[in-house]
């Protein structure tokens, strides 16, 4: 499936906006994604999931747990799960620091596979990285539907997107958009 149908798919669900949005950060912004949106809908969520799991195996990466952070990449990295074949954990975000909770554990011998719904800086996914390194696993490469870095983010590990966005946003005073003259909207308030 290439980017456009990835692109259409997205605004069919209203995970993928355009227009001219005043974002929860405050800046503006003329795209707004909330993964969210689409993956609420099991049957969509499990087609995005076995479209990452084409690339995983395309490349043969061979895969024996799937890691996402909680709380944006646990129901995409559940049905990656369901796709490879394998099990899916998540880790948690806890007093800063990111580790696996509830009895979750990996092994030196298992090979991981980080799964997250959107890469924007990549620094979230660079601590899910470090935290399983740690534990002594091997982390052979990252997914995630929407890389907002335009591929930008490297983790020295093979990494694959449904959908590079490139997302400009502006802090208010500077947003061209306001100048002129429209007003920005939060995202998901009706009209
Ligand atoms: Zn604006």
Do not use: W
């Not at 899910?128 to 002594?136: A, E, L, R």
Request: charged share 30%.
């Amino acid at each position: 499936m290439q980017q456009e149908e990835i692109k259409e798919l997205f605004k069919k669900n209203r995970a993928l906006l355009t227009g001219h949005f005043k974002l929860s950060s405050g800046l503006h912004s003329d795209t707004y994604f909330q993964a969210a949106l689409i993956l609420q809908h099991p049957k969509e969520a499990e087609i995005l999931a076995e479209k990452l799991a084409k690339k995983i195996k395309e490349n043969n990466i061979e895969v024996d747990v799937v890691i996402s952070p909680a709380m944006g990449g646990v129901i995409i990295g559940h049905e990656m799960g369901r796709a490879l074949g394998t099990r899916a954990i998540f880790t948690e975000r806890i007093d800063r620091k990111v580790s696996l909770r509830r009895g979750f554990s990996v092994n030196e011998s298992e090979r991981i596979l980080i799964v997250e719904d959107v890469i924007t800086t990549g620094l979230s996914t660079k601590e899910v990285i470090d935290t399983v390194k740690s534990i002594g696993a091997r982390v052979v490469a990252v997914v995630s539907l929407v890389d907002r870095s335009a591929g930008k983010v490297d983790f020295g590990i093979p990494k694959f997107s449904l959908l590079n966005l490139e997302v400009k946003s502006y802090k208010e005073e500077e947003c061209p958009m306001c100048k002129e003259g429209n007003t920005a909207v939060k995202p998901g308030s009706r009209k």
